[in-house]
Nanobody
């Protein structure tokens, strides 16, 4: 079992920044890959970014096209935490953001491929 707790959401003006955190417990953190997803009201839960567990000394990162160049995913294995740094926020980034974990090397982009989920944190970007 993996327990995930997100934090760092809030209200920010367009162009501003937030850093989301996803703290994990219950499993060896280095063995899991972690993804961030978001869900706006009335919409499906969409992929945002993901980071793999380490392999050959490096992490594999992937991003949804609309956040490339604005969002950065990273992990601190010593703190069992994954971060999502969000810069240049836009009103269309408004959603509940969830982190999710799976015990595979390469994280998928499909929400139903992840086994563990946090409770979500609200991000609201005003125009």
């Amino acid at each position: 079992q993996v327990q995930l707790v997100e934090s760092g959401g809030g209200l920010v003006q367009a162009g501003g920044s937030l850093r989301l955190s996803c703290a994990a417990s219950g499993r060896v953190f280095s063995s899991i890959s972690v993804g961030w997803f978001r869900q706006a009201p009335g919409k499906e839960r969409d992929f945002v970014a993901a980071i793999s567990r380490i392999a050959r000394g490096a992490y594999y990162k992937s991003y949804e096209d609309s956040v490339k160049g604005r969002f950065t995913i990273s992990r601190d294995n010593a703190k069992s935490t994954v971060y999502l740094q969000m810069n240049g926020l836009k009103p269309e980034d408004t959603a509940v953001y969830y982190c999710a974990a799976v015990e595979t090397q390469d994280p998928p982009r499909e929400a139903n491929s992840f086994d563990y989920w946090g409770q979500g944190t609200q991000v609201t970007v005003s125009a």
